[in-house]
Every structure is written in C-alpha cells, then in structure tokens.
T-cell receptor, first 114, second 115 residues
Framework: SAVISQKPSRDICQRGTSLTIQCQVD?????MFWYRQQPGQSLTLIAT?????????ESGFVIDKFPISRPNLTFSTLTVSNMSPEDSSIYLC???????????FGDGTRLSIL | DQQVKQNSPSLSVQEGRISILNCDYT??????FLWYKKYPAEGPTFLIS?????DKNEDGRFTVFLNKSAKHLSLHIVPSQPGDSAVYFC??????????????FGKGTKLSVIP
C-alpha cells in the first residue's frame, strides 16, 4: 500500500495568515484527497485533488479558502488561507490507486490558530 | 444529515474477550464499506472492508458483518488485545460520478481493551 507523508505535522498560526500543507506519496496514485477532522467529529472530505486540473470541492468548501495543487501523480498541496480559530483542525491527505483499493491516509497536520 | 452513524462513542472490553463495534448507515447507494483504526497522532489505517454483495468478510482476528436490510454493519475483534485500543472509524463508499468513489465517515468509536 502507498505510504503517505505530510508536512508539517503540526503548526500554530496567527489569525489572518495562510499555511500550505504538503503531501507526498511514495508511488504514483490515481486519486488524492484532502480531509478535515474537527475536534470530536468525523473526517470530512474537503476536495479531490485532480492531477493537472482544478480540484473538485465538496459543498461548504471553496477554492479561495482552500486552494489545492496537484502537479503530478505523487504530490499535492493544500493551503488554508486567511485562517481563523474555526480552522483549527487536523488536515489529512489521502490517496488511492484505483477504485478497487482502499484509501490510505497520511498522519495528518494538526493546525491551531490563535 | 449524518449518513454514517457510530452511536457508541466509546467501548471498554477485557483482554481476550470479543469487541463488537457497530455502524449504521442511511444511504442505500452505499456499496462498499470499510473500517479504519486510528491511534493518537497518526492517520487512519485501513483495517478491513466488505462489498455490498457479501454479508461477511474475515481477516484474522477481525470480521466485518453486513446486514443490508437493516443498513447495519459491525466489526468483531476476537480475541481483543491491548494493542487494539484505538479509535475505530466506519466508512461507506458510493459512486460520486466521473469514476470517483467518495468515502463518508462515522464519528468513530474509541475502543479500550483492558489488560
């Protein structure tokens, strides 16, 4: 199964700033995803990162707030823009080789906004 | 509207006994179900899955049962070990268009296995 590395693993940021989270997969994968897990909640899909084209965002998430890049089949970034305390969450990168395989996850980025 | 529900936030079991984690879903379009295990400060790790064409799948100490008519699935761990102590997430998948299957997660059940 694919090994997914995320960085940073955690950060404390000031209100109004932006942070870019990087996700590296050790093999080429068809699909990459970004999730958010707020305290005590389930994992919520933010968007599907599409290689070479704009990401597909879920309801409630917009590109201006969460711009995503995916320049190739092994790498993606998620930026959390103009952060507020409500953005304090764990952000998780996920990948899947094909629809017949389960998704695998990185260890997440724990983000706290002051 | 929560489509995947894990109604027990926590569960404590004695070592060696059976752990049963439950999950209910509402969307009849779900056709693939997964269980993930999550340790603190780590990402979710895939544990076991089941397709909607089956009612049981077994992998070592872990067995998942699916009752489609009741829209219910359960994960059985036998025998339970202290290393099984973690948060368990139930997830369900449905086709979301353009060749993509989207996962919907429950809120998780924290399992504590007592030595």
């Amino acid at each position: 199964s694919a090994v997914i590395s995320q960085k940073p693993s955690r950060d404390i940021c000031q209100r109004g700033t932006s942070l870019t989270i990087q996700c590296q997969v050790d093999s080429q994968v068809t699909m990459m995803f970004w999730y958010r897990q707020q305290p005590g909640q389930s994992l919520t899909l933010i968007a599907t990162a599409n290689q070479g084209s704009e990401a597909t965002y879920e309801s409630g998430f917009v590109i201006d707030k969460f711009p995503i890049s995916r320049p190739n089949l092994t790498f993606s970034t998620l930026t959390v823009s103009n952060m507020s305390p409500e953005d304090s969450s764990i952000y998780l990168c996920s990948a899947r080789d094909n629809i017949n395989q389960p998704q695998h996850f990185g260890d997440g980025t724990r983000l706290s906004i002051l | 509207d929560q489509q995947v529900k894990q109604n027990s936030p926590s569960l404590s079991v004695q070592e060696g006994r059976i752990s049963i984690l439950n999950c209910d879903y509402t969307n009849s379009m779900f056709d693939y179900f997964l269980w993930y295990k999550k340790y603190p400060a780590e990402g979710p790790t895939f544990l076991i899955s089941i397709s909607s064409i089956k009612d049981k799948n077994e992998d070592g100490r872990f067995t998942v049962f699916l009752n489609k008519s009741a829209k219910h699935l359960s994960l059985h761990i036998v025998p339970s070990q202290p290393g099984d102590s973690a948060v368990y997430f139930c997830a369900a998948s449905a086709y979301s268009g353009a060749g993509s299957y989207q996962l919907t997660f429950g809120k998780g059940t924290k399992l504590s296995v007592i030595p």
